[in-house]
């Protein structure tokens, strides 16, 4: 059985027992999280879409750690003018378990 969240205006598949790596949340690390923008269910042949979400579903995240992703160079150049830039970029992500799915 999974479902699809919405977390941060992206949607996700979480599965009990899985991590997800999710844009930076304003938690801290240990607290627990209850999701209620679930937009669809699966469990079998049985599925259920919400419209836009899926009544009386909540899923329990759990905050694990927050990382940060490999750093992105980004360089412009305009050649014969002089012209280079130099700018770099990491981007921060929250590691969330999904502890269980309440339907």
Request: proline share 1%.
């Amino acid at each position: 059985m999974y479902v699809l969240l919405e977390i941060l205006g992206k949607q996700y598949k979480a599965e009990v027992g899985k991590q997800l790596r999710v844009d930076l949340v304003n938690n801290k690390v240990g607290e627990s999280l209850d999701c209620s923008s679930v937009l669809a269910v699966v469990d079998g042949a049985n599925v259920r879409f919400g419209a836009p979400y899926v009544e009386g579903v909540t899923v329990k995240l759990t905050h694990m750690s927050d990382i940060k992703d490999k750093k992105v160079k980004v360089y412009k150049f305009r050649r014969r003018k002089g012209y280079r830039r130099t700018q770099g970029h990491r981007q921060q992500y929250s590691i969330l378990n999904v502890d269980s799915i309440n339907l």
